[in-house]
């Protein structure tokens, strides 16, 4: 069976404007296109995964990220201290350091966008993990 080429996610926010500015300013991610109404993202290296941000048409009907129709979205990098450092210097609320996590043997933070999603920077540190190509 044939692999997909790409992928993008899609996030919703009634205030899309205060989330553009995040994406763009503070995590400085590439636009890849702007449709008006929702902005593509480019996420990783090589045109292959993206995120679109749009314009919500409704309230959020559940808080919790992990409950069926939640989501949690992970940026994977080799280099989590340095993120962390780096939002913390544009005033990013977070907690004080990436933790290791034992169970899922990476290492990462969390931290929330201004639509309230919930944002994870991880770092694999288990040997079973596909480097990226």
């Not at 309230?59 to 201290?81: C, I, L």
């Not at 210097?89 to 990436?98: E, F, I, S």
């Not at 931290?111 to 190509?133: K, M, S």
């Amino acid at each position: 069976m044939p692999r997909f080429a790409q992928q993008v996610t899609f996030l919703y926010a009634e205030d899309p404007e205060a989330s553009w500015r995040f994406y763009e300013e503070v995590l400085e991610l590439p636009l890849a296109q702007d449709q008006g109404t929702c902005r593509i993202y480019e996420t990783a290296e090589g045109g292959r995964a993206f995120l679109g941000v749009c314009r919500a048409r409704a309230p959020r009907s559940e808080e919790n990220p992990r409950a069926e129709g939640g989501v949690v979205f992970t940026f994977v990098t080799p280099d989590v201290e340095a993120w962390h450092a780096r939002l913390a210097a544009k005033g990013v609320a977070l907690p004080p350091a990436p933790q290791w996590s034992e169970a899922y043997r990476v290492t990462h933070f969390f931290l929330r966008d201004p639509a309230g999603y919930l944002l994870e920077v991880q770092r694999f540190d288990r040997p079973d993990w596909p480097e990226p190509g």
